[in-house]
């Protein structure tokens, strides 16, 4: 199998751009770290793509964090930076019905619900969008985001499937993203092009060479810019665990100590297990009561 790949081009005329994304050997691994069995496997790598894609066509953005609501208490999230150091999750509670329902591989979406908060480089601020979608495809609710979030016309493809031999699975997609200086002919081009392509699995499976992929992708002839390579990057630590922990309203320190036990916190991206000593927690108990008194004391 091919290494993971993000390749950027544009037409030669440069009116729109596109960014092709493999990401088969870091869904596998994810597929493991979370023990995943095949749908929600391909819910998640099918966020995880997306989430690349649109990471990849935001030039002054940090990251991208989105958050996509299936219903009840099944959320997906996933997080990128520009250098497509990626992660993802699925939470969901194992026995409701909606969860039952898509293990069985059946379809029981009837709505998603995007979230995206994107970070700017050098700048503190936060671009937020929200989209509901009448759909159970992430495909089709991410272009809806994007046809309400973002200025430029934008449209991505994803294909995520499990090969019936190996079990292994396949990631595979693309976005497509017009200048602002297209012409109308060169963007009717485009959209009939992309219109009229075969899914990426069936590209895929055709011929997954990238040089032919890239070729089949786009109706011009295409210049290339760079191309980069997917890392699976997640920043939880110790001090982060600890840090979440210092923020929590008293009322649920207070509880915390009631149990007089040790705080053990799993990492939603890694699933790295952390454990808080009840004495650190005490510390941070008394820190923080000492912190309320003296505050009270000067009003």
């Not at 898509?102 to 009837?110: M, P, Q």
């Not at 990426?200 to 290339?224: G, H």
């Amino acid at each position: 199998m091919f290494q993971d790949y993000l390749f950027f081009a544009v037409d030669t005329k440069v009116q729109y751009c596109y960014r092709m994304l493999h990401l088969s050997n870091l869904m596998q691994e994810v597929k493991k770290i979370h023990s995943l069995n095949t749908p929600r496997t391909l819910l998640l790598s099918d966020s995880m793509l997306g989430c690349v894609l649109l990471s990849s066509v935001l030039d002054y953005e940090e990251r991208i964090n989105l958050r996509i609501q299936c219903g009840g208490d099944f959320t997906i999230g996933a997080e990128t930076t520009f250098q497509a150091e990626t992660k993802g999750y699925i939470e969901c509670a194992d026995d409701t019905p909606i969860v039952q329902s898509l293990d069985k591989g059946e379809k029981c979406f009837s709505e998603l619900q995007v979230r995206s908060l994107r970070s700017q480089r050098n700048n503190a601020g936060l671009s937020e969008g929200f989209t509901l979608s009448k759909t159970s495809s992430i495909e089709d609710a991410l272009n809806e985001h994007l046809q309400s979030s973002f200025q430029m016309n934008t449209k991505l493809q994803l294909s995520s499937w499990i090969d019936e031999k190996s079990g292994e699975i396949h990631a595979f997609g693309v976005i497509y993203q017009e200048l602002p200086d297209i012409s109308d002919e060169a963007s009717e081009k485009l959209r009939n092009h992309i219109e009229n392509l075969p899914s990426m699995r069936e590209l895929f499976l055709e011929n997954n060479d990238p040089d032919i992929l890239a070729q089949k992708l786009i109706p011009d002839e295409l210049k290339a810019i760079k191309s980069i390579n997917p890392k699976l990057v997640c920043s939880c630590s110790q001090e982060k665990v600890e840090g979440v922990l210092v923020t929590l309203p008293m009322d649920e320190l207070k509880d915390i100590i009631k149990k007089s036990e040790s705080v053990e916190m799993k990492c939603h991206y890694c699933s790295t297990n952390y454990q808080v000593p009840f004495e650190k927690v005490m510390q941070m108990f008394a820190s923080r009561n000492y912190t309320q008194d003296n505050s009270s004391e000067i009003n």
